[in-house]
């Protein structure tokens, strides 16, 4: 299957696919994505730890994953922080899902992790290549990303076309203050992030 990166896979739900029990707050549950075959994208399914050991056995889901369930954020009336423009401009280039941008979206999404908005869950190994599947800690929302696998001599104009993207002003090269992306560490994404942990 072809894996087409659309925002299309929904947020995590408040109560359980199978027994349609509400979750509380802070409780275990496990989220599987598995896929969609009417569609390239994925279908997600939450379940309290009770469903999961009964129905895991049953199940080939293309990704799963433990969190602890959180309710809906307050909504925020504060004001847009640059943190919140990466994210804005993340879901646009996975919803135009053109080839040209996935160096961008990797970067993006490497950002937002160090951020703390992401949260890797799991690593994919596939024919097309390998796929880096994040969470959104506030909603649940999942992504899925393309590791580049870029090299270091990549990262620089990477970082500029992000930056640029972002409204940053051009860097001037060699300047050891603009040599990293805004909220990110100095240290360049050489590497994918990683791996997940344990279920």
Not at 17 to 41: C, H, I, M, R, V
Not at 48 to 57: G, I, T, V
Not at 154 to 161: F, G, K
Request: net charge negative.
């Amino acid at each position: 299957m072809a894996i087409v990166e659309k925002w299309n896979i929904k947020a995590r739900a408040h109560h359980c696919s199978k027994t349609e029990q509400k979750f509380s707050e802070g409780e275990p549950f496990y989220t599987a994505l598995f896929e969609d075959p009417n569609t390239d994208g994925f279908l997600r399914r939450d379940y309290s730890e009770a469903a999961w050991e009964e129905l895991q056995d049953s199940l080939k889901p293309f990704s799963f994953w433990r969190s602890t369930y959180e309710p809906p954020p307050a909504e925020d009336t504060g004001p847009i922080v640059e943190k919140q423009t990466a994210e804005s401009l993340l879901r646009r280039l996975i919803e135009e899902d053109e080839a040209h941008t996935e160096n961008a979206r990797y970067v993006l999404a490497v950002m937002l992790e160090r951020d703390k908005k992401l949260r890797q869950t799991d690593t994919q190994q596939t024919k097309n290549g390998k796929y880096l599947i994040y969470e959104l800690r506030e909603s649940g929302e999942v992504i899925i990303v393309k590791d580049p696998k870029l090299h270091l001599e990549e990262v620089e104009p990477i970082q500029d076309e992000v930056s640029q993207l972002l409204g940053a002003p051009p860097r001037v090269h060699g300047n050891p203050e603009g040599s990293h992306l805004p909220g990110s560490d100095p240290a360049s994404p050489q590497t994918s992030p990683r791996e997940k942990e344990e279920p």
